[in-house]
């Protein structure tokens, strides 16, 4: 599965990992993330996001 990361602040979301603080199980793909996921960092939507690397 890819990392994305977000283009605004640097923030990576990392699928193995997901994001707990947000009630995000290990193992979730960016795709299946909601439509509303925003970033924990900086609070900007999927759309800032891109592949990592």
Do not use: H, Q, R, W
Not at 13 to 31: H, M, Q
């Amino acid at each position: 599965m890819n990392k994305y990361v977000c283009n605004i602040c640097g923030y990576e979301y990392d699928p193995e990992v997901g994001a707990p603080e947000l009630g995000i199980a290990p193992g979730t793909p960016f795709e299946d993330l909601p439509e509303d996921f925003a970033c924990p960092l900086c609070g900007v939507g999927k759309d800032n996001f891109s592949i990592a690397g």
